[in-house]
Structures are given as C-alpha cells and as structure tokens.
C-alpha cells in the first residue's frame, strides 16, 4: 500500500502592514499629542521629577489639572499629557504602575489616586494639617506669614470653609501687638486684613525708629554737655 502524501505545511501568515489611513492617523496622534503639552508647557507646567515633598506634589498635580481644564485637554488624553511631564523618579514609578496594571486603561481619575497614594498620601497630608493648625507669624513678614497660611490651608480646608473663618484663623497667627491692633476691627475679605496688618506693622516701625532717634540725639546731647559745677559754698 502506497504511503499517503505528507501534507504541505501552511504558509506562514502575512505580515499585517498598517494601511495608509491607520499610519496617518498614529502620526496625527502624536501630532496632537506634542501640541497639547506644548500648550501645558506655556501655560507654566513644569517637569516633575518625583520629590518627596507633598507641598511640591500636590502643587504639580493641580496646577496641571487645572490647565487640562483651561485648554479643553480631552480626558482620554489628560494621563498621556500628565506623563509626558514626569521625569526621573516619577517616570520611573509610573512605569511600575504601567507594569502593575498592564491589562487596563487607567483614567485621569486612576492616575490621580496612584500618584496621590505615592507622593501625597494622608499620613503626609495629616503632617501638613497639623502644621496648619500650629502655624503663627513669628519670625516671619506678614506676606511671608499670609503665603504660608494659603500653602497649608489647603491641606485644612475644612478648618477654613469661609472667607470669616480664614480671616479668624489668619488674624489669630499675627503676632501678639498686631492680633491686639486689629482684634476690634471687622474685616469682609483675607486681603482687607492684610492691608491693614501691613499698615499697623509700618506705623509700629516708624515709631520704633522715631524713639530709637529721640533716644540717640539725647544721649549724644548728653555726652558732648560740659558737666555742670557742683553745688556748695563759693570760695
């Protein structure tokens, strides 16, 4: 009995070339993509490079949340131009999470929560709160002590709700002779408050320096004065 013919093997399936249209519209994606972190680039979105701040972080984060909202960014674009921004440890960490999560499609919303859990977690924004609720002027100028208040608060917000609630908190801080030149007045706005802590601080400078003088031309009014003869019999 005649063996049977071997079968011939298939061939090997054709290779899939993308077709024009596919090819072009890749190219456009790219296109976009370039012009729209461009676009966050000019509107002051800086590279994050993954800092261990919680200050820096969450600055990053709104700021480039707020300008996707200012320039219409697409939400199905929004985590591929937040990435584009990410450098060093922070590039290093979202290609773990990538990794980590390789089967899905993760959202805005999904790269907040992974970048939050990283480099503002609650344990680091409790830390913040707790500063803010210590926070005093001191040392500090009052648009010093006023840019720290706004920087902490927003790890506080629910100690803060209202403009008067930031305005009791603000003017608690201010050191002791300001918080007693302005605990009578009523202030509607934050800005208000500082104005006139600005306008008190140079008033108590100015008298400061104006006794400090007094005091000097005194003293060297006394030291060049001949003495004056002692009092007793004449001779």
């Given at each position: ?15 899939i070339i993308?077709t024009?249209?596919?090819a ?7 296109v976009q993509l370039?012009?729209?972190?461009k676009?966050?680039?000019e509107m002051s979105?800086?590279?994050?490079s993954?800092?261990q701040n919680v ?8 700021k480039?949340e707020?300008t996707m909202?200012?320039?219409k960014?697409p ?5 591929d131009c ?9 590039m ?11 089967t899905?499609t ?8 992974e970048?939050?859990?990283?480099y503002?977690?609650?344990y ?8 803010f609720?210590?926070l ?20 506080a917000?629910h100690?803060v709700p ?5 305005i ?9 002779e ?8 009523q202030f509607?706005?934050?800005?208000e408050?500082?104005?006139?802590a600005q306008a008190?601080e ?12 007094v005091?000097?031309r005194?003293d060297?009014?006394f ?6 003869p002692k ?5």
């Amino acid at each position: 009995m005649a063996n049977a013919a071997t079968p011939m093997p298939a061939p090997p399936p054709a290779p899939i070339i993308p077709t024009v249209l596919e090819a072009a519209t890749a190219i456009n994606d790219v296109v976009q993509l370039v012009r729209l972190v461009k676009g966050m680039r000019e509107m002051s979105c800086e590279p994050y490079s993954g800092e261990q701040n919680v200050e820096v972080a969450g600055r990053w984060i709104r700021k480039v949340e707020k300008t996707m909202i200012q320039i219409k960014i697409p939400h199905d674009l929004r985590v591929d131009c937040a990435t584009q921004l990410l450098s060093d440890g922070a590039m290093t960490w979202w290609e773990i999470v990538q990794l980590r999560r390789t089967t899905e499609t993760l959202s805005w919303d999904d790269f907040k929560i992974e970048f939050e859990n990283q480099y503002y977690s609650k344990y680091h924004c409790k830390m913040k709160e707790q500063e803010f609720l210590a926070l005093r002027q001191e040392g500090m100028s009052i648009l010093e002590y006023e840019r720290r208040f706004h920087d902490l608060s927003l790890f506080a917000p629910h100690y803060v709700p209202s403009e008067q609630n930031m305005i009791e908190k603000l003017r608690d801080g201010f050191r002791q002779e300001l918080k007693q030149g302005l605990i009578a007045l009523q202030f509607k706005t934050v800005r208000e408050l500082i104005e006139a802590a600005q306008a008190l601080e140079a008033c108590m400078e100015k008298g400061q320096q104006s006794h400090g003088g007094v005091g000097k031309r005194k003293d060297m009014e006394f030291l060049g004065r001949p003495p004056l003869p002692k009092k007793g019999r004449s001779e």
